[in-house]
């Protein structure tokens, strides 16, 4: 959805609003093109808010109410951390914390034949895409991008997983790049794969940087950018 709307940026971004609160009011302001994202609504000339959430803004023009819940609501494109809990002949059943259990073909891989068929453990941690996902039925996943290539899809091994909610996964993946992990990065070496379903994996080269990272990430979720960046630089000295 689009509207006009002035430079005036609101004060309550990065606060937490509530449905009714009023964010914008557009017939004071001069022509300028905004969207909205999910969370808000348009009527008339005033933006008001749908769900509870922290009000988000990225540059130039978006607006949305990133709301953090901890259940999980598969949709097709998504990126998520899935758990191995079951393999069968034709498909291994993976827990992804949505509302049923998915499933991942076995031949959903890069060159996936009958020949050479994954293998993987009851427990194993997998990077993987949503492809179909229909309310009540158990949502297809698989281990390709969308033109057939592995990318950065399988096996995670090694490293730290931790579950955290789907807002913190949502902020993790912004772009541009959020300013803890921006911080962190100009620091610390280390991996990091975030599914939209609230699950992080961290893997770095010793178990203390593993620790610090996952630590920082957990502590983010109600900072600002300015709040983000304060307290990575912390952990970071008493780190040294």
């Not at 827990?95 to 453990?121: M, S, Y």
């Not at 290539?149 to 541009?176: D, H, I, N, Q, V």
Request: hydrophobic residues 40%; charged residues 20%.
């Amino acid at each position: 959805m689009e509207s006009k709307s002035s430079n005036s940026s609101t004060n309550l971004v990065d606060q937490l609003v509530y449905p009714g609160d009023v964010i914008l009011d557009l017939s004071s302001m001069t022509n300028q093109t905004i969207k909205l994202g999910g969370g808000l609504r348009q009527d008339g000339d005033v933006i008001s808010v749908m769900k509870a959430g922290r009000l988000r803004f990225s540059k130039p023009n978006k607006y949305w109410v990133e709301s953090s819940q901890k259940r999980y609501v598969p949709r097709p494109e998504d990126s998520v951390l899935g758990i191995v809990v079951d393999s069968r002949s034709d498909n291994f059943l993976v827990d992804i914390k949505g509302p049923e259990l998915a499933f991942l073909p076995v031949l959903a891989f890069e060159g996936g034949t009958r020949r050479n068929i994954p293998k993987f453990e009851v427990g194993a941690l997998l990077y993987v895409r949503v492809v179909k996902a229909n309310p009540g039925m158990n949502p297809e996943l698989s281990c390709m991008d969308a033109s057939g290539k592995a990318g950065e899809f399988g096996t995670l091994k090694e490293g730290y997983m931790f579950e955290c909610s789907t807002g913190l996964s949502r902020m993790l993946l912004s772009s541009p790049t959020c300013p803890v992990l921006g911080t962190l990065g100009k620091k610390l070496s280390f991996e990091i794969a975030v599914g939209l379903n609230g699950r992080v994996w961290v893997n770095a080269s010793s178990p203390s940087t593993t620790i610090i990272v996952a630590n920082a990430l957990i502590n983010s979720e109600t900072l600002s950018g300015v709040q983000q960046k304060i307290m990575a630089e912390k952990l970071l000295q008493r780190a040294h």
